[in-house]
Nanobody
Framework: AVQPVESGGDLVQPGGSLTLSCAAS????????MSWYRQVPGKELEWVST????????LHADSVKGRFTISRDDAKQMLYLQLNSLKTEDTAMYYC??????????????????WGQGTQVTVSS
């Protein structure tokens, strides 16, 4: 089955940094829009960031803007999320997703075809 694989989650203190990675295989990575979502148990899935195919544009949720940066390396079929100035409220399972959402629906999780299994980020002192 086609499934991206996330890694890089960890326990980190407030103010710390992490880099999440998502390794893609089994699909033509460079043609897909890629996004990061996160979820806390008992809460809805939250859109975090999207990067267009070709990396022409990247968008971030207001809650992470200026602290998180999404990037991609099509040659390596890798997606990244750099997390800086982490806060306790960033604690969540982080998922990468691949799809063809378009500009108007990039925030909609139903637009994404492939999802990873998630990597846990815990921010705590």
């Amino acid at each position: 089955a086609v499934q991206p694989v996330e890694s890089g989650g960890d326990l980190v203190q407030p103010g710390g940094s992490l880099t999440l990675s998502c390794a893609a295989s089994g699909f033509e990575f460079s043609t897909y829009w890629m996004s990061w979502y996160r979820q806390v148990p008992g809460k809805e899935l939250e859109w975090v960031s999207t990067i267009y195919k070709g990396a022409t544009h990247a968008l971030h949720a207001d809650s992470v803007k200026g602290r998180f940066t999404i990037s991609r390396d099509d040659a390596k079929q890798m997606l990244y999320l750099q997390l800086n100035s982490l806060k306790t409220e960033d604690t969540a399972m982080y998922y990468c997703a691949a799809g063809y959402p378009g500009e108007m629906t990039m925030f909609a999780s139903y637009e994404y075809l492939y999802w990873g299994q998630g990597t846990q980020v815990t921010v705590s002192s």
